[in-house]
């Protein structure tokens, strides 16, 4: 098993900056990658950015692309998400996950994490 705790959401003006962070614990030499992931009302959960444990390869996608940072600290066992020059469109519940699966061909869809946060909100006012 595999817990994590994510923390640093919160309200931000336009143009702002928040810092994320994913705090995981128990099984975590079977974490292959962490994801970041959020879900806006009404909307589908999407792909934020994701960092492979041990490598340190990231993944964004499109929208947060040169705005969003994902970083890690094996040390601490904790993984973060830099967000930069937040819109109202980053208004979301943020979620991390964790991909235990090595063979997992793609780390954008939902699908392939088997552990979850409870997220945490960000809300961007305009």
């Known amino acids: 098993q595999v817990q994590l705790v994510e923390s640093g959401g919160g309200l931000v003006q336009a143009g702002g900056s928040l810092r994320l962070s994913c705090a995981a614990s128990g099984r975590t030499f079977s974490i292959y990658a962490i994801g970041w992931f959020r879900q806006a009302p009404g909307k589908e959960r999407e792909f934020v950015a994701a960092?492979?444990?041990?490598?340190?390869?990231?993944y964004y996608a499109d929208s947060v692309k040169g705005r969003f940072t994902i970083s890690r600290d094996l040390g601490e066992n904790t993984m973060s998400l830099q967000m930069n020059s937040l819109n109202a469109e980053d208004t979301a519940v943020y979620y991390c996950?964790?991909?235990?699966?090595?063979?997992?061909?793609?780390?954008?869809?939902?699908?392939?994490?088997?552990?979850w946060g409870q997220g945490t909100q960000v809300t961007v006012s305009s």
């Open positions: 960092i492979s444990w041990s490598g340190g390869s990231t």
């Open positions: 996950a964790a991909d235990i699966n090595p063979l997992s061909i793609t780390l954008r869809l939902a699908e392939v994490y088997e552990y």
